[in-house]
């Protein structure tokens, strides 16, 4: 063999190694939780304020569960109402279906849109594994089942995408995927885009405590096809103990945090082309809410079916549970 390709190879071969061993270092060892730089001291916030999501659960409606091309079948809650929209609201980190009983109350009952809130996979009740998937992705495959199985039910229906904080996140990640025209208007509650995004605050305002070496060197791997180390946590979420029933899910795996978020949230906010509804609270202790305006005005492809509101007052969680938000939801239900 010619020495310069020999040369060369060796060469390639010494960097292939160099980089593996520092993937692996990272992936391995990168376990302590990132903080905020010093420079950002200012945006500390104490965390989310879950007092708002303290009520009574006791009337809501049961557990149902659908078919999915993965093993098992997840859960949902079902609002039903003789609208033919139906509006799927997707859950944010650490939380599950629970969360959106006032609000999915209230749509149903004032007859704009009968509500799916699904537990999405690794969440939820008794998950077959709470804070894991089996594949980055699979949560868009889960929500493509569900709304195939909801146009068989009702097969005139229009699906609204929805979803809060991180569940607005998929929401996005959903609209620039595969099957993101399934969905005919989407609704977006706080959504995290992403961590660098010019709307989040750093680590979510104390909510998030990512595995920052971990998730860059897992990203390594998977960048040149390894993805046998997925399962690993990547990211802890601290929630207050008061709220806590045994129900949340405090860690992620690097598989289910990466399905959890936008992949490009430029592309995939450029593909959203359906009526958009984004709703914030100027309030809120993980997001930047005034930000937004200008995040989706440099990417919406269709501004005309486009809105950004920033509801006085409201917190992370109150943008959910708080009356306010609700006319200005159905004023916008009725119009689509």
Known sequence: MNKVIKKVLFSVLLSMGGYLVIAM?????????????????????????????????????????????????????YYSSDSDKVLILLHGSGWHSQQFYPLAKFISEQGL?????????????????????DYIG?????????IIGIK????????????????????????????????????LLAPFVYYNASTTRPNAGGWAKPYTARIIGLSMLNNIGI??????????FNMPPEVRNGTETLAYSYRLNTSFAPRDYGKDLSALTQPLLLLAGSKDETMFADKYQ???????????????????????MGIV???????????????L
């Open 227 to 236: 993805h046998g180390l997925n399962h690993l946590i990547s990211i802890e």
């Open 138 to 146: 699979q949560f868009e495959d889960d929500l493509t089942d569900l």
């Open 294 to 316: 200008g995040l989706i005005t440099k990417h919406a492809v269709n501004s005309q079916k486009t809105q950004v509101k920033v509801l006085p007052g409201l917190s992370h």
């Open 113 to 133: 849109a009968q509500v799916y809130t699904p537990d999405l996979r690794g969440h939820g009740v008794n998950p077959k594994r709470r804070g894991d998937i």
């Open 321 to 335: 549970v708080s009356p306010d938000v609700r006319p200005v939801i159905k004023e916008w239900l009725e119009g």
């Open 25 to 77: 270092s990272l992936t391995l060892f990168g376990v302590s939780s990132s903080e905020p730089d010093e420079a950002d001291t200012s945006d500390k916030q104490a965390g989310i304020n879950f007092s708002e999501m303290l009520i009574d659960y006791s009337q809501m409606p049961p557990l149902q569960s659908y078919g999915t091309r993965g093993e098992g079948q997840l859960q949902y809650r």
């Open 152 to 187: 068989q039910d009702s097969p005139g229906s229009s699906i609204i995408m929805g979803g809060h904080s991180s569940g607005g996140g998929l929401a996005i990640r959903f609209a620039g995927g595969t099957h993101g025209q399934l969905a005919d208007a989407y609704l």
